[in-house]
């Protein structure tokens, strides 16, 4: 069980979406649960059917709901359960330290011991930079169980930036005494870093879906 947090434009969604992806391409029953509801511009609900086309158990609300708003900010019901499921859980949490107190929401968030909250870093957004603004805004995200390298400048990002975010996430997770989990890529500047960046963690390659979901 893994929840995904993170700052705006971080790409913790699509990180979420990836991992969920790539769990259910190795055989695995994967449930991935939009629980965005902090002031979400991207949700799951247009890429839903998609998802779930490609063999996901999608927990989001459906894009022809009534009554939500653009954002739909309500927690789904169902939702709340999402634990209990049989299979790999993938959280897709809200953004910022609000959105992280979302996961409190569902039911044995704070008991599970299978469950790891993950933070998305992206030092091209302003809050998670350097060294010091990443490890001060993990401290302000409550439980963290390990960082993600996802630096990116969307269709400008090269491989130097992806490079420059795993040193900086590197020595944070060393002084937060936490582990680097991977380096995300899109997938042609995966395939040019290779298997492992070069502080030595694994290269996760990535697909881009979300800009296709901004209400």
């Given at each position: 069980m893994e929840a995904y947090v993170g700052e705006y434009a971080s790409g913790k969604s699509e990180v979420a979406v990836n991992r969920a992806l790539a769990l259910a391409a190795a055989g695995r029953q994967v449930n991935l649960v939009d629980l965005d509801i902090v002031e979400p511009c991207y949700t799951l609900r247009p890429i839903k059917k998609r998802l779930s086309a490609l063999g996901i158990n999608v927990l989001a609300w459906e894009n022809r709901t009534i009554g939500l708003g653009e954002t739909g900010c309500v927690l789904r019901p169902a939702n709340r359960w999402a634990l209990k499921l049989p299979g790999d859980v993938i959280l897709d949490?809200?953004?910022g330290v609000a959105g992280a107190r979302t996961l409190h929401l569902l039911e044995g968030a704070g008991t599970d011991p299978d469950l790891k909250v993950l933070a998305v870093i992206n030092i091209a957004r302003p809050m998670t930079g350097s060294v010091k603004e990443v490890v001060e805004y993990i401290k302000e995200l409550g439980r963290v169980d390990g960082l993600i390298n996802n630096?990116?400048?969307?269709d400008e990002t090269t491989v130097e930036i992806v490079q420059e975010g795993a040193r900086v996430v590197e020595q944070a997770?060393?002084?937060?005494?936490?582990?680097?989990?991977?380096?995300t890529a899109v997938e042609e500047l995966a395939a040019v870093i290779g298997p492992r960046d070069e502080t030595g963690h694994p290269v996760w390659p990535i697909k881009r879906f979300m800009p296709q979901t901004l209400w």
């Open positions: 949490i809200g953004y630096s990116h400048l969307g997770a060393r002084e937060l005494g936490i582990p680097v989990v991977a380096t």
